[in-house]
């Protein structure tokens, strides 16, 4: 069974990382991934680095003509531009059956359309499916990203030794890229306020892990300088493997709102990094407040100090915290439950 993983190419984000861990697991040759780019980029050279196989499609490409050619059966995409340029010719192909794989919430009525078109609907997160529109929510089942699970040093010192800080620093941090959704000026604003709070007896350091997006990036370096906190914040930029840098911090702030599910904060819980997120979205599927990390009101700076401090200033109940946050996210997100879920749902389509 041959199935199209098709990416646009000028980043990568959360999505690329679950469908490349989905391709790993999945097992030839009953399952053949083929993954196409539209253009060369981020992406690109990140499947180099990781020796994955890959085509760049000509501008000129007739879609269906290639789906036709390389007999896919299954045409599997993840984000709107993919959606958009796939549903069609695979609808017209001879034999490929399409799967759109919804990352995040929308009520937007052309998912009701588009809905008629393609053969499967996948969200990852209650909270996702729930605001999808009629029809499409009917095809639309849930399927939590996977995670690798991978074992690490605990004494990982890669942001210290890039910043030159000392072992008593304490490092606050944000993963994702620079967007509004995820909420960057937010976690600034929280470093200043944590900065000058009463409580702090602290040396921290704030540490934004992500692409440095315009215009976005330039307003957050002003606003930085405007608070006089450039020794205080900094940019590290994108990270791959991510999951050293988190696993050297001592807490993720998670402040996203309108998140699908969110990777970080899984990510942080992994490798026993404690978390406070935003009440909103698809955090409150993956946190317990006050056993596996923290959730606050997504504008409440003097919440989020306080649990921050709660966090540094209480390290027998933070310990407890992490490892039922780590039980809890092997449980869930493993690598492995998830490509047996998506194994079924693909022999499911492909024997209509």
């Given at each position: 069974?041959?199935?199209?993983?098709?990416?646009?190419?000028?980043?990568?984000?959360?999505?690329?990382?679950?469908?490349?861990?989905?391709?790993k697991n999945l097992t030839k040759?009953?399952?053949?991934?083929?993954?196409?780019?539209?253009?060369?980029?981020?992406l690109a050279r990140h499947l180099e680095q990781n020796h994955v196989e890959f085509t760049i499609l000509p501008p000129s490409s007739s879609l269906t003509n290639f789906l036709n050619?390389?007999?896919?059966?299954?045409?599997?995409?993840?984000?709107?531009?993919?959606?958009?340029?796939?549903?069609?010719?695979?609808?017209f192909a001879k034999r490929a059956k399409h799967i759109w794989h919804q990352h995040s919430q929308s009520s937007s009525w052309r998912l009701a359309v588009l809905s008629f078109f393609t053969d499967k609907a996948l969200t990852v997160s209650r909270y996702c499916k729930d605001t999808f529109p009629p029809f499409f929510k009917d095809k639309a089942e849930i399927v939590y990203n996977p995670f690798e699970?991978?074992?690490?040093?605990?004494?990982?010192?890669?942001?210290?030794?890039?910043?030159?800080?000392?072992?008593?620093?304490?490092?606050?941090?944000?993963?994702?890229?620079?967007?509004h959704q995820k909420r960057p000026d937010f976690f600034i604003d929280l470093a200043r306020h944590v900065h000058s709070h009463p409580k702090n007896k602290h040396d921290f350091h704030f540490v934004l892990i992500g692409e440095k997006r315009s215009p976005l990036y330039e307003e957050l370096d002003e606003r930085i300088k405007n608070y006089k906190l450039e020794n205080y914040i900094h940019f590290l930029g994108p990270k791959f493997p991510v999951e050293p840098y988190v696993s050297e911090l001592d807490v993720l702030i998670?402040?996203?709102?309108?998140?699908?599910?969110?990777?970080?904060?899984?990510?942080?819980?992994l490798h026993e990094t404690p978390v406070i997120a935003s009440n909103d979205g698809g955090h409150k599927e993956i946190i317990q407040h006050?056993?596996?990390?923290?959730?606050?009101?997504?504008?409440?700076?003097?919440?989020?100090?306080?649990?921050?401090?709660?966090?540094?200033?209480?390290?027998?109940?933070?310990?407890?915290?992490?490892?039922?946050?780590?039980d809890d996210a092997v449980n869930s997100f493993s690598a492995q439950t998830h490509s047996q879920h998506l194994k079924k749902i693909y022999q499911s389509l492909h024997s209509k």
């Amino acid at each position: 069974m041959k199935i199209l993983f098709p990416f646009v190419g000028d980043h990568v984000g959360g999505s690329h990382i679950a469908s490349l861990l989905l391709i790993k697991n999945l097992t030839k040759p009953e399952f053949e991934p083929v993954i196409v780019l539209h253009q060369d980029g981020l992406l690109a050279r990140h499947l180099e680095q990781n020796h994955v196989e890959f085509t760049i499609l000509p501008p000129s490409s007739s879609l269906t003509n290639f789906l036709n050619e390389q007999k896919i059966d299954i045409v599997h995409t993840n984000d709107w531009r993919m959606h958009y340029k796939w549903i069609f010719p695979a609808f017209f192909a001879k034999r490929a059956k399409h799967i759109w794989h919804q990352h995040s919430q929308s009520s937007s009525w052309r998912l009701a359309v588009l809905s008629f078109f393609t053969d499967k609907a996948l969200t990852v997160s209650r909270y996702c499916k729930d605001t999808f529109p009629p029809f499409f929510k009917d095809k639309a089942e849930i399927v939590y990203n996977p995670f690798e699970i991978k074992a690490l040093d605990n004494k990982n010192t890669l942001i210290r030794k890039e910043l030159g800080l000392n072992e008593d620093t304490k490092i606050i941090g944000f993963v994702g890229n620079l967007t509004h959704q995820k909420r960057p000026d937010f976690f600034i604003d929280l470093a200043r306020h944590v900065h000058s709070h009463p409580k702090n007896k602290h040396d921290f350091h704030f540490v934004l892990i992500g692409e440095k997006r315009s215009p976005l990036y330039e307003e957050l370096d002003e606003r930085i300088k405007n608070y006089k906190l450039e020794n205080y914040i900094h940019f590290l930029g994108p990270k791959f493997p991510v999951e050293p840098y988190v696993s050297e911090l001592d807490v993720l702030i998670a402040p996203a709102q309108n998140e699908g599910l969110g990777r970080a904060p899984i990510e942080a819980m992994l490798h026993e990094t404690p978390v406070i997120a935003s009440n909103d979205g698809g955090h409150k599927e993956i946190i317990q407040h006050g056993k596996t990390g923290f959730l606050i009101e997504k504008n409440d700076l003097e919440g989020f100090s306080q649990a921050v401090f709660e966090i540094i200033n209480n390290p027998e109940k933070t310990e407890k915290i992490v490892k039922q946050a780590k039980d809890d996210a092997v449980n869930s997100f493993s690598a492995q439950t998830h490509s047996q879920h998506l194994k079924k749902i693909y022999q499911s389509l492909h024997s209509k």
